[in-house]
Structures are given as structure tokens and as C-alpha cells.
T-cell receptor, first 113, second 112 residues
Framework: KNQVEQSPQSLIILEGKNCTLQ??????????LRWYKQDTGRGPVSLTI?????NTKSNGRYTATLDADTKQSSLHITASQLSDSASYIC????????????FGQGTTLQVKP | NAGVTQTPKFQVLKTGQSMTLQCAQD?????MSWYRQDPGMGLRLIHY???????DQGEVPNGYNVSRSTTEDFPLRLLSAAPSQTSVYFC???????????FGQGTRLTVV
């Protein structure tokens, strides 16, 4: 079954600290993996897209890694800020010719001052 | 560039009422989709479209209809609202394979 699972479900950290969010997927065939940030009351916004051949990709303080062999991805947030408080969603396309996406349940991150 | 525009942002319906959630995109994207988001669950696909005139069912299509008469618009119709349809609904559009999907701001629907 094509699935995307994320951990932890929720996380609380202090401002300035680093954190890592995990994503495991069983979607096949695999083409790419996306990380989205969803602020409360808003739609998801793309942080990064990683293709099969990419191991690491950075977007400011966000660094995503991908291990296609173990079907795992992580999102590392460095020097967290209060504005990082949001849900982070891992997404894998289910079918390349339909645009269908499979969403993880998300990790809710709360950054406290 | 407005991106994906959803209306309304909030809506309260009585059980049995019908309504249409509007979604429009100005990026000339082929793929458009409707999702619902419920607490503790990932976004679930309701219906999707790969181009004007073409629609198909997603994971949870019951109680919803869609049409795609133009590339820009992809409305979602609730035929007879039920309390189980209380949710936050997101419309998304996407271009060619490998590109990111863009989401609307969401519609928070409550059915009483």
C-alpha cells in the first residue's frame, strides 16, 4: 500500500534550537518527495522538492535529506524561530501522469520563546 | 499573480443544503485537485482533474461532485451536506510533472 508516515506527530522546542522531522514512504514507483509548511489557518506552502538523485537540499534554515534506498527523508530546521511554528507535511506523488499526491499526517512544531 | 483562489473562506450549512466551493487558478496548470483536511489526518483527495473536461474520483469522493469546463476553474459541489462533511477544504493546482503544487487558502465548512 502506498503510504507516507511522519514522526514525531508533534514537537515542542525552544527558540534557537535545532530539530529534525522524519518521513518514511512506501510509494512506488518513486519520482520525488516534497516538504510543505502549513501555518495555522493557511494552505500548505512548498519548502522543497527532492528528486530520486538528490541526497540533500537546503532552503535557508531548512535542510531536507533523502535516502531513496531506505525510503526515508528528513527535514532539519536550524536555529528555530517563532515563525517556524507550523505543521510540516511530507508529500509523495502517487502517479506522475495525474498529479495525485499522498500526504503524510504532518508534524506539528511549536517553537517557544 | 493570484495563484490559487478559493471562496468562500468560511461557510456554515444546515444538513441537507447544497453549495459550491469555488476554486480558480491563473497559472495555466493542467492538474487541479480538491482535498479535505480533518484533525489528526493527512489531506485526503476528494476529486482531481488532469485537464479541462477530465475529472476523476479520489480517495473520498462520496457526496461531492466536480466539473472542469475551463483550465482555470474547478468547483466542488456538495449535493446534500452532512455533518460528516464538516472539514477544511483545500484546492490545489499543479503544472508539469516534478513541479510543486500550489494550494488555496482553504474553506472551513461546518455542517450543523
Amino acid at each position: 500500500k502506498n503510504q507516507v508516515e511522519q514522526s514525531p506527530q508533534s514537537l515542542i522546542i525552544l527558540e534557537g534550537k535545532n530539530c529534525t522531522l522524519q518521513c518514511n514512504y512506501t510509494v512506488s514507483p518513486f519520482s520525488n518527495l516534497r516538504w510543505y509548511k502549513q501555518d495555522t489557518g493557511r494552505g500548505p506552502v512548498s519548502l522543497t522538492i527532492m528528486t530520486f538523485s538528490e541526497n540533500t537540499k537546503s532552503n535557508g534554515r531548512y535542510t531536507a535529506t533523502l535516502d531513496a534506498d531506505t525510503k526515508q527523508s528528513s527535514l532539519h530546521i536550524t536555529a528555530s524561530q517563532l515563525s517556524d511554528s507550523a505543521s510540516y507535511i511530507c508529500v509523495v506523488p502517487y502517479s506522475s501522469n495525474t498529479g495525485k499526491l499522498i500526504f503524510g499526517q504532518g508534524t506539528t512544531l511549536q517553537v517557544k520563546p | 499573480n493570484a495563484g490559487v483562489t478559493q471562496t468562500p473562506k468560511f461557510q456554515v450549512l444546515k444538513t441537507g443544503q447544497s453549495m459550491t466551493l469555488q476554486c480558480a487558478q491563473d497559472m495555466n496548470h493542467e492538474y487541479m485537485s480538491w482535498y479535505r483536511q480533518d484533525p489528526g489526518m493527512g489531506l485526503r483527495l476528494i476529486h482531481y482533474s488532469v485537464g479541462a473536461g477530465i475529472t476523476d474520483q479520489g480517495e473520498v469522493p462520496n457526496g461531492y461532485n466536480v466539473s472542469r469546463s475551463t483550465t482555470e476553474d474547478f468547483p466542488l459541489r456538495l449535493l446534500s451536506a452532512a455533518p460528516s462533511q464538516t472539514s477544511v477544504y483545500f484546492c490545489a493546482s499543479k503544472g508539469r510533472v516534478g513541479t510543486e503544487a500550489f494550494f488555496g487558502q482553504g474553506t472551513r465548512l461546518t455542517v450543523v
